[in-house]
T-cell receptor, first 114, second 113 residues
Framework: GAGVSQSPSNKVTEKGKDVELRCDPI?????LYWYRQRLGQGLEFLIY????????KSGLPSDRFSAERTGESVSTLTIQRTQQEDSAVYLC????????????FGPGTRLTVL | GNSVTQMEGPVTLSEEAFLTINCTYT??????LFWYVQYPGEGLQLLLK?????DKGSNKGFEATYRKETTSFHLEKGSVQVSDSAVYFCALSRETSGSRLTFGEGTQLTVNP
């Protein structure tokens, strides 16, 4: 079946602009996660959604970052007033439920802020 | 808080050499432990996992044993192949944190023929 998909695959933007990144999880997966991978570093957790529960936003680095999810489907990560330090690969993952051990990752969106 | 420390890379080996990538963790309670792999140009994928102490995860010739006494989950393979060249990430999760993953910084492995 289809895996996790993300769009766009690459995004180049100017400092100060807003960007929106999209994630389509695997159908039926109730848990969805966003991570960020800066160059040469490991992945850092940003936010996760589990069904209709309130999302865990504890990993968001600033109030310029926000994310939404419609039911158990598509999620969008929005970064307002982008800064150069926001340049990274943004990865989305989904799993059957938050207590399930395996997360399936999308290919990521590479964001470059000039 | 939770953290994962991985052996620094990059690691370069010849084909058929023995591989060890060290991973230690800090966490309260009983985390699940994982190794993820990222092949060139591909997305991150689960390589193996272990959910409790003394469990051994294995896949594609790779193995790792959950050692609670040393808080370690070292990755090993007896004979590496060129196709094993990739970045390897050690990670942990705790169900009480929604199973979000805490990753190490990754180890780049290059296997030469």
């Amino acid at each position: 079946g289809a895996g996790v998909s993300q769009s766009p695959s690459n995004k180049v933007t100017e400092k100060g602009k807003d960007v929106e990144l999209r994630c389509d999880p695997i159908s039926g997966h109730t848990a969805l996660y966003w991570y960020r991978q800066r160059l040469g570093q490991g992945l850092e957790f940003l936010i996760y959604f589990q069904g209709n529960s309130a999302p865990d936003k504890s990993g968001l680095p600033s109030d310029r970052f926000s994310a939404e999810r419609t039911g158990e489907s598509v999620s969008t990560l929005t970064i307002q007033r982008t800064q150069q330090e926001d340049s990274a690969v943004y990865l989305c993952a989904s799993s059957l439920q938050a207590s399930y051990n395996e997360q399936f990752f999308g290919p990521g969106t590479r964001l470059t802020v000039l | 808080g939770n953290s994962v420390t991985q052996m620094e890379g990059p690691v370069t080996l010849s084909e058929e050499a023995f591989l060890t990538i060290n991973c230690t963790y800090t966490a309260t309670g009983y985390p699940s432990l994982f190794w993820y792999v990222q092949y060139p140009g591909e997305g991150l994928q689960l390589l193996l996992k272990a959910t409790k102490a003394d469990d051994k995860g294995s896949n594609k010739g790779f193995e790792a044993t959950y050692r609670k006494e040393t808080t370690s989950f070292h990755l090993e393979k007896g004979s590496v192949q060129v196709s094993d060249s990739a970045v390897y990430f050690c990670a942990l999760s705790r169900e009480t944190s929604g199973s979000r993953l805490t990753f190490g910084e990754g180890t780049q492995l290059t296997v030469n023929p």
